[in-house]
C-alpha cells in the first residue's frame, strides 16, 4: 500500500509541507493554551512553545527526508537507475532489444492470426454457441437441402438452423455486369446469425412460399460501396443474376460478411430462389449434398447432447430414405467450410504458434546468457554494493528491473511493428479472382498477449543470474578482479540453453528446406495433366440465358471454332478443372447392384464432364481404349472413361473396356477407355478413383475452354476473345492460365513456406547472436591466458582451437540434434506439402551449409579478436 | 542490537504510548511521555514529528485529521498490527540493552 502513497507523495511534496506545518501549527497552539492556563502571559506562552520546536523550517525539512529516504527505496530509484545502466552499455541494450522484438514480435503475429482465424472467427452477436451440422467421416461436410429441412424440424436442441452455399454468378445493371460470389441461403440466414441490416430490410424464413417465391437480394457493404457509390436509392431497385430479375431489398452492415473466415462475398440470395431459375428439383433432391448448415444451440444445451439428438434423428432418416443411409452428424466450429480447411487449417495455426514460442524461448536463452555474462563482468560492481551493506534481495531486484525494463521497452517495439505487418497482412488479397480477405486486427486480447509475454520473458531471463548474485562472495570477487572466479572448462546452464537454440534454429532451417523442395518438387509432380502452355477461358452459359438443353450445341461451336484460331493445338472442355477451387464426387457400383445405398457402393469416386479432346488438351495420357466423340450424346448408350485407379478397383485385372457400372440411380455406364491417373483435390491426397462423362450425355453450363498452345497467353489472348465474342458477345469469361490457377492448390503449401522461412530465419538470427556473444565473452574473458599462451609461443591455430572450441562443440551437436528433429516434424509436413522429405541429399546438405556459415559468421570475429591479442600490450594494460 | 540507539528509544516511547493510550495526537504524546515518566523523559518535540511520519511510512501507525474536545483541529495517531509487532520487538531489545548496561556497570 505505502508504495503508492510515496510515489504520490513525491510528487505532492507540497501538499505534505501543509500538512507538516497544519499539523505542527497544532501542536503550537495546544502548548499556548495550557501555558496560558498554567499562568503564563500570552507572549511568555508563544514564545515557549515556539522555543520548544526549535527552527520550524528545519523540522519540517527533516520529518519530508523521513519521507523522501524511504520513497526512494521503491521502484523509481531501481527504475531510474536501471535506465542511467542500459543508457550507458548501448550495445548491450541493442542487442538485447532486437532479440527481444524478433521473438516478442513472431508471437504477437501469431496470435493475432491465430484470434482472429480461431479464437473469434465470426463477426456475429454470440458466435460461441454456434455450430456446423457435418458428418462423422472426415471431409463429409455437406448436407442435402431436405435433410437440412429435416434437422431444422425435428431437433430439440437448436434455437434455429440455417442452411447456405457459396455460389459464383453474373450480375448485372442496366448499365454494367460483373462477375460476383455470393452465398444462397434459407430464409432465416440473417435471422440465426443475429444480423441487422444497414438499409433496408433483409429477407426472412416469411418470404420464402416454394421454389422461385422470394426473388429478392442483399448486397453485402463493400460491394454496395465500391459498385453502386453507397446511394441508398438501390434498394427497391431490380437487378439481374444471369439474366434472371432480382429486387435488391437491403444491403448488409459492413463487419458482416457471412459465415466464412476468409471469403467476402458480394450479396445474398435465398436459397428457395437461384439464378437459374430451377430450384424445384435441388429442393427436393436427398442426393445432392451441397449445403452447409449452421446451427444456433438453444442456451444451456451442451454441444454433445445437440450431436446424439441428430444422430438419433439421423437414424429415423436413414430408415425412411434410401439416400439417408449412413446418415450421421458431427457438430464443428464454423468459419472454416466445416472441418475440410477447419482442421488442417487448426492445427497448422497450433503448431506455428508453438515454433513462434519456441523462438521466444530462443530469444530468453539468448538474453539470459547475455545478462549472465553482463552480471559476470559487473561482478566486481556487485561486489562492492553487497560489501558496502546492499542486500543480496536489493541487487537481484535491481537487476530484474533491468531485465523487465527491457522487456516491456521490446515488447511495445514488438507490437508496434506486428501492428504495421498484421496491417499489411489485412490489405492484401491473394488471389484476385476470389474474395478472399484475410483480415487480422490486433485487439485487447492480443495487446495483454503482448505484455504478459514481455514480463514474462523478461523474468525468465532476469532470473537466470539469481545463482550468481547468491553466490558471489564480496571480498573473492574484490581481491581476484572478477575475471579468475569463473570457471571455463564445466559446461554450464548457459551452454545448455545455446545448445537448444541452434538445435532449434536446425530444425527450423531443415523444416522450411523441406518445405520449400517439395514446393518446387509439386511443379514437377505426376499431376496427370500439364498445366503449362494451356490457357483457361471460365464462363457459365446460363449467364448468357442459355437452357440446359442448347448448352452441348454452344460447347462444340466454340470447340470448333478456337481450334481454328492459328497457333492452338488443341482445345477441349471440362465442367471442373482438377485441382481447382471444387469438384464432385459419387457413389459407383457394381454390376448387379439393385439396393443403392452408401454400404452397397463399390467406392466413391469423382467425376467430371467432359468434351472430346479435352484429354488431349490437358496432355492427360489414354492408356487403353478411345477418347469421347460428339457422337457420345443424348441417343447413345452411355459412356465413360475412368481412370487407372478406378478401372484397378472396379475390374481387378480383367481388361476394363467394354465392361460396365452402376451409378446412385441405377444408370448403367459402359467403358471406353483408359487414363492415367491425376491429382484432383490436393498435391498430397492418396489416389482417387475418378470417371470422366461425356459432355454431351451430362449437360453442364459452367465450364472451363482449355486451350493449348506453344505461344505465350498473351498472343492468345485477344484472338481467342474475339473468337467468343463472335458466338455471343453478351457471355462473360474470365481467361487465366492453368498454371496460375494452381496458386489455390499450393497456397497452403505456400503460406507453410513462407511461415517457415519467416522462422527459420528469425531462429538463425538469434542462434548467431547467441554463439557470437558466447564466443565474445569467453575470448574478452580469457584474454590474459590467450596473451600467456602467445607470449610462450602457441600458433594461431592452437589458440583459436582452445578459444571456440566450446561453441564448435555446441554448433555441432545443436545441429545434429536439430537435424534430427527435423526429421520427425517433416512427417507432420507431409500433410500440407507435397512428398515432404528430409531424406533428400539437397536438403540435407542445404542445411548442413546453412548451420556451417551461420557458425563462421558466428565466430569469425571472435576469431579474429582471439588472434590480435598482443601479449605485451596486454600485460603493460594489468 | 542493531538499533538502539536515541531514535529506536523514541519510536520505542511513542509505540508504546499509542498502545496504551488508544489514540493520541503529537501534543498529547509529549504530554502523556512527560506524565508517565514522572517528568523525567521529555520528548524534543522537533524531533517527534519526522519520527511520526517514518512511522507512519512504515506502516506501524496510522493518522487521522479530527477535532480535540477544545475544538482545534489535531491530527490523531493510532497503532497498526504492524506496529504492534514492531513494539513488541522494540520492547524485547530495549530490554536487552538495559539488561547488557547493567551487566557492565556491575562489572568490576
Known sequence: MSVFRRIANTFSRSKLHQEIDAEIQSHVEMRIADNMAAGMSPEQARRDALLRFGNRVVMRERTTAADAATALDGFGRDLRYATRQLRRSSAFTATALITLVLGIGANVVVFSVLNAMLLHPLNVPQPGNLYHVVHKQQGYDNQSYPDYKDFQTKNSTFSDMAAYRVEFAGLSTRDAAYKCWYYRVSGNFFDVLGAQPAEGRFFHASDEHGPNSAPYIVLSNGFWRTHFDADSHIIGATVDVNKHPFTVIGVAPPAFHGTEVFIWPDFWMPIVN??????AEYLSNRFSHNLMVLGRLKPGVTPLQATGNLNAISQELAGQNRADDGLDARLTKPGWMGDQFGAPARSFLAGIMVLAFLVLLAACANLASLFAARTADRSRELAIRLAIGSSRWNVLRQLLS??????????????????ILLDALTRWQPFPEFPIHVTVSPDPRVYFVALLLSIGSGMVWGLVPIRQIWATDSVQVMKTGGAGTFVFHRFTLRDLLLGVQIALCTLLVTASLVALRGMQRSLHAPLGFQPPGVLLADTDLHMGGYPDASTTQIQKRMIEEVARIPGVSSVGIIDETPLGAGGSSTYVYRMGTTDFRASTSAFDAKYYSISPGYLNAAATRLLTGRDFTWHDDAKGPKVAIVNETFAQRMFGKASP????????????????????NGKYESLTEAPWAAVFFPLAQSSESDTSLMVRSPLPPDQVVPELRRVLAQIDPSLPFVFHTWLGALAFVQFPARIATATLGVMGLLAAMLAVTGVFGMAMYSVSKRKREFGIRVAVGAQPRQLIGSALKRSVILLLSGSIIGLLLGVVASQLLAQI???????????????LITMALLGLVATWIPAQRALRIHPARLLREE | MARNDLQGSLDLLVLKTLSQMGELHGYGIVLHIQRASDELLSVEEGSLYPALHRMEMSGWIRSEWRVTETNRKAKYYRLTPAGQKELQSAERSFEQLVKGIRAILRYA
Open chain 1, 402 to 419: 533491468e531485465a523487465i525494463l527491457l522487456s516491456v521497452l521490446g515488447g511495445a517495439l514488438a507490437t508496434l511493428f506486428s501492428t
Open chain 1, 274 to 279: 437461384s439464378p437459374s431459375g430451377d430450384t
Open chain 1, 833 to 847: 506439402v507435397y512428398e515432404a522429405t528430409p531424406r533428400d541429399p539437397l536438403v540435407l546438405g542445404g542445411v
Open chain 1, 657 to 676: 473396356i467394354g465392361q460396365s457400372f452402376l451409378l446412385g440411380q441405377g444408370a448403367l455406364y459402359e467403358v471406353v477407355g483408359v487414363v492415367e
